[in-house]
């Protein structure tokens, strides 16, 4: 597999994932483990490879950076999540909204509001 991207983001969480898609890294670029893989799961990389190709290996745990930054920039709109939200459901209504997942495939993230 020709490796040809300058980032490399796992976002699932499954390590078998993560083991296999370093292949899509480029020389001298980045990985970003943004997942969450389950506590005590493990990965095997092939470390020779991680010198050779100068791969820079990256976590996300948000809240030792830029968590409160990041929720300051919501507050204040310079973020549009419009469209990162498929539906918002108000807590009084959960129980329908979890029926309503069950049957709607669409719904990727569901915003439950306690306003």
Do not use: H
């Amino acid at each position: 597999m020709a490796r040809g991207f300058d980032y490399v983001i796992d976002a699932t969480g499954i390590p078998e994932i993560v083991e296999g898609s370093l292949e899509f890294l480029r020389k001298a670029r980045t990985y970003l483990v943004f997942g969450v893989c389950p506590k005590n799961s493990k990965i095997a990389i092939k470390s020779y490879e991680v010198f050779l190709y100068d791969w820079k290996i990256i976590g996300s745990f948000a809240i030792q950076r830029n968590f409160s930054q990041s929720v300051n920039m919501l507050f204040d709109k310079k973020i549009k999540t419009d469209k990162l939200v498929s539906l918002r459901y108000p807590i009084e209504r959960f129980p329908e909204l979890l029926t309503l997942k069950m049957k709607r495939l669409d719904l990727m993230k569901v915003q439950v509001r306690f306003d």
